[in-house]
């Protein structure tokens, strides 16, 4: 994926862009990049390289500038993935898997390269567990925030054991600093492709929420952007340093490889992609490590220095930062209990940290939705509680206490295909793709348009004003406004009130 090597170019302006037929060539600090005019006008720039490829020495090596070039870069087609098999089957969002070294690139998705006013720029960072996702997918494409007059741009980054397992001899979150390194791309670049570097508002679901929260918690990205929207966010816990050590011992004893840089650092894609899910299966030897993302971002007390929900809870990490926070209503309902032989409902929810009443309570409030599907849906609605709304919820609060700018949404509309709002149902709505490709599979041949008209405009506002439109107050206590995203949206007071007293203690 590297280029040609040349002397770096002069810095350009956004008028140094030149266009050929449907070619637009913008000169960035690397190199001058060849995009496409779109039948809309707009333009996409697509797998642009933000750091050099991570091969060899720099497999697990912090990001490193590419090399810079002076012919045109290809810009016309998706760059490699960090994702290495395709995974269609499992999957709600299509997440293409493009082979190559260069997986350090980014997309960029503008209305001009040169507007008569600068334009504000929302960075889109993928979801995925921290092992999967794709920033080529049909979901993230900018079409309807280009017409709405944003700038899009959608980051690739490491994964699995390259992007965050704790490994001797590199160093911690590589992940992470992939993500600093392209939000330093975009305050550097993004003026050439018609974007506000000043303007900048990051974005993020599952996964890619999750990442949403760490940049919040992380010094050295506080300056790269003014707003955040975190959709589904999802973060180890606990994430202190002794539990990437344990996950790193845990992967030693399970493959019989030391946790090195040395020692991984010339396997093939599908050897460390082995490895790496014997490191996920279930065992006892798992005890005491997080049940769900046990490769992700984790405290290191160097570039993350606190566990990140603890620092947004504390008050300590993002506080001035305008924040639009959600989740589905059943993110992960549709997920299975362990089966007629597995602990009975009360003992798994012990195991997820709730006491003798917090079960009690639960039971009450769940049970009669549950119907024939029982223990399955009991242990679904648990799952999402704990990994995406109890956490939120508690971030939500602890911002309101100190009057912190944040706004809560719940989408509640139930795809016609299972009766659910489930995880990444909510997607194409507020990118306003409803016509892009696997929608129809999640959302049935008729979404509402509305809905997603609503949702679209609310996060343009956010984009562009640091605030969603006064059709949705900010979050407060004790009324906890909260967006309810429904066929008819509408604003409930503390509508997830029984979701705080059974989780929150």
């Known amino acids: 994926m590297s280029a040609p090597t040349s002397p770096r170019p002069p810095a350009a302006t956004p008028a140094s862009a030149s266009r050929s037929a449907d070619a637009v060539v913008v000169a960035t600090g690397s190199g001058p990049v060849r995009g496409e005019r779109r039948a809309d ?25 590419p090399e810079p070039w002076t012919e045109p870069f290809d810009a016309t087609a998706y760059g490699p993935t960090a994702q290495r098999r395709p995974f269609a089957d499992v999957t709600t969002i299509p997440e293409p898997s493009v082979p190559g070294a260069g997986v350090l690139n980014l997309n960029v998705f ?4 040169e507007p008569a006013t600068p334009l504000p720029v929302l960075v889109w960072i993928h979801g995925g567990g921290y092992v999967a996702g794709s920033a080529a997918s049909p979901w993230y494409d900018g079409a309807a925030f280009n017409r ?48 506000d570097p000043s303007q900048v508002t990051i974005a993020g679901q599952s996964a890619g929420g999750g990442a949403v929260q760490t940049l919040l918690a992380v010094p050295a990205a506080r300056t790269l952007f003014r707003a955040a929207i ?4 999802a973060v180890m816990r606990p994430d202190g340093p002794e539990v990437a050590r344990a996950v790193s011992r845990l992967f030693t004893s399970r493959t019989g490889v030391p946790a090195t840089a040395a020692a991984l650092r010339d396997l093939s894609d599908d050897e460390l992609l082995d490895l790496q899910g014997r490191l996920g299966e279930s065992g006892p030897d798992r005890a005491g490590l997080p ?18 929900l603890g620092a947004l809870t504390s008050g300590g990490a993002g506080t001035d930062v305008p924040l639009m926070l959600g ?58 509680d704990t990994t995406f709304r109890a956490p939120s919820l508690a971030v939500a609060d602890a911002r309101a206490e100190r009057e912190r700018p944040t ?35 999640a959302a049935g041949e008729a979404p509402p348009r509305a809905l997603a008209d609503a949702m679209h405009r609310a996060w343009v506002a956010f984009v562009r004003d640091r605030d969603p439109g006064e059709q949705w107050p900010r979050y407060a206590v004790p009324d906890r406004a909260t967006m309810v ?14 979701v705080r007293e059974i989780w929150q203690r």
């Open 41 to 65: 006008d707009s333009i996409r720039f697509l797998g642009v390289p933000y750091a050099r490829p991570p091969v060899g020495d720099l497999r697990f090596a912090a990001p490193v500038p």
């Open 110 to 113: 503008t209305p001009s390269t």
């Open 148 to 195: 709405d007059g944003v700038v899009l741009v959608s980051v690739g980054y490491r994964l699995g054991i390259e992007g965050f397992l704790h490994l001797d001899g590199a160093p911690d979150n590589r992940g992470v600093r992939d993500w600093i390194a392209a939000l330093e791309w975009v305050r550097d670049n993004i003026a050439r492709f018609g974007g």
């Open 230 to 233: 975190s959709v589904s966010g």
């Open 291 to 308: 049940p769900l993302l046990s490769l992700a971002p984790f405290a290191d007390g160097e570039l993350i220095p606190a566990p990140v």
């Open 327 to 384: 989740f589905t209503a059943h993110e992960f309902n549709a997920f299975p209990a362990p089966g007629p032989e597995g602990p009975p409902v009360p003992v798994m929810l012990g195991a997820l940290g709730l006491d003798a009443a917090g079960v009690e309570r639960f039971v009450a409030a769940y049970a009669d939705g549950a119907g024939d599907e029982g223990q399955d849906r009991l242990f679904g609605q648990a799952l999402t």
């Open 407 to 441: 706004w809560l949404y719940e989408f509640r509309w139930a795809s016609p295909v299972n009766g659910m709002a489930f995880h990444c149902l909510d997607l194409p709505f507020a990118f306003d793709l409803l016509d892009a490709e696997g929608v129809t599979a």
């Open 485 to 498: 995203w429904d066929a008819e949206a509408r604003v409930e007071s503390d509508p997830l009130r029984q």
